[in-house]
C-alpha cells in the first residue's frame, strides 16, 4: 500500500507541473478604432516558421490560444482586406498573456460586402469555336 501512495503521489506532482507549465495566449481583435471587432480574424503561434497554434476570434473579435508551452513565437493575426500584423512574445510557464490587437485596413473605402461581393459578369473570358 505504501508503493501505491509513492507512485500515486509522483504521478499528481508530474501532472501538476505539466499543468503548470502550460500558458494561454488571449486577447481581443479590433479595427483600428479599438471598438469594432473583426469577426474570424485568423491569430496563428509560430516558431521556426511551423504553426504551433491557430485559432478564429468570434463574434466579438476575442481569441484564445491553449496550451503554450514556454518559449519565443510569433504571433501572426490576418483576415481579408487587413494588413497582416506579426508580434513576436516570449512565454514563461503558467501565465495567462493578454493582448488586445488592432488591425489596419488595406483601403478605408473598400468595404466587406464589397470585397466579398461576386461578379456581375460571369461569362468566360475566352470562347471555343466547334468546327463542323
Do not use: H, W
Request: glycine share 6%; aromatic share 14%.
Amino acid at each position: 500500500m505504501n508503493m501505491f501512495k509513492k507512485v500515486f503521489l509522483g504521478i499528481a506532482c508530474f501532472m501538476c507541473s505539466y499543468a503548470y507549465s502550460q500558458a494561454t495566449i488571449k486577447g481581443r481583435v479590433t479595427e483600428k478604432d479599438g471598438e469594432t471587432p473583426i469577426e474570424f480574424a485568423v491569430v496563428r503561434l509560430m516558431q521556426n516558421d511551423s504553426v504551433i497554434l491557430e485559432t478564429v476570434t468570434d463574434e466579438r473579435g476575442r481569441y484564445i490560444l491553449y496550451p503554450v508551452r514556454s518559449g519565443k513565437y510569433d504571433r501572426i493575426y490576418t483576415f481579408a482586406g487587413y494588413k497582416e500584423y506579426k508580434e513576436d512574445i516570449e512565454i514563461y510557464g503558467g501565465i495567462t498573456v493578454i493582448r488586445d490587437t488592432k488591425l489596419i485596413s488595406l483601403d478605408d473605402k473598400l468595404t466587406y460586402k464589397e470585397l466579398y461581393k461576386p461578379k456581375n459578369d460571369c461569362r468566360p473570358r475566352f470562347r471555343i469555336r466547334l468546327f463542323r
